[in-house]
């Protein structure tokens, strides 16, 4: 079945950068499109980014454009987010989603604060 | 950019009652491959979102009868045949032809 595990949350002050892990296993990875999307605390959902099957393609929401890059190693089955410039309203549960975001992950919690 | 708005914005259902979330886009969902990218997702209490229709009307794997989608162009609805307890949380509507917008959540509560 598949399966999707997001890691790299954490705390990290106005400025700084994280990079969030997903593992994907149970389908062929390298066969599918990741998206990004988050949830701020008690908010509804954000599409934040996506990537095509093969990393050729990239698109990202106007509110982390310049400042977030998805990126995927398919010898890993793993899926990337590296945030950089990180603001306090970034502060969200993370989610990692194979496409079209049928199959989500349980989510990382990343909380910018200084 | 589209724009998906969802009513109400919470509904509160007796169990075996229907209930029924209507999802409006600003510009039409049709694509020109003839597929119509609407989506429909529950989020239940400290749970991930969880896919429930995909194109308008398709029932995705293991989800009960129960659930249905119809709709065109840029009105969309979702209705649940007899509302049971696990069917509690968030309902999200989205789109995805354009950048993968979600409407604002509908939160469902049993009375």
């Known amino acids: 079945q598949v399966q999707l595990v997001e890691s790299g949350g954490g705390v990290v002050q106005p400025g700084r950068s994280l990079r969030l892990s997903c593992a994907a296993s149970g389908f062929t990875f390298s066969s599918y499109g990741m998206h990004w999307v988050r949830q701020a605390p008690g908010k509804g959902l954000e599409w934040v980014a996506v990537?095509?099957?093969?990393?050729?393609?990239?698109f990202y929401a106007d509110s982390v454009k310049g400042r977030f890059t998805i990126s995927r190693d398919n010898s890993k089955n793993t899926l990337y987010l590296q945030m950089n410039s990180l603001r306090t309203e970034d502060t969200a549960v993370y989610y990692c989603a194979k496409d079209p975001l049928t199959h989500w992950g349980q989510g990382t919690l990343v909380t910018v604060s200084s | 950019d589209i724009v998906m708005t969802q009513t109400p914005l919470s509904l509160s259902v007796t169990p075996g009652q229907p209930a029924s979330i209507s999802c409006k886009s600003s510009q039409s969902l049709l694509h020109s491959d003839g597929k119509t990218y609407l989506y429909w997702y529950l989020q239940k209490p400290g749970q991930s979102p969880q896919l429930l229709i995909y194109e308008v009307s398709s029932r995705f794997s293991g989800v009960p009868d129960r659930f249905s989608g119809s709709g065109s162009g840029t009105d969309f609805t979702l209705k649940i045949s007899r509302v049971e307890a696990e069917d509690v949380g968030v309902y999200y509507c989205?789109?995805?032809?354009?950048?993968?917008?979600f409407g604002q959540g509908t939160k469902v509560e049993i009375k």
């Open positions: 990537i095509s099957y093969d990393g050729s393609n990239k």
């Open positions: 989205m789109e995805g032809i354009h950048l993968w917008t």
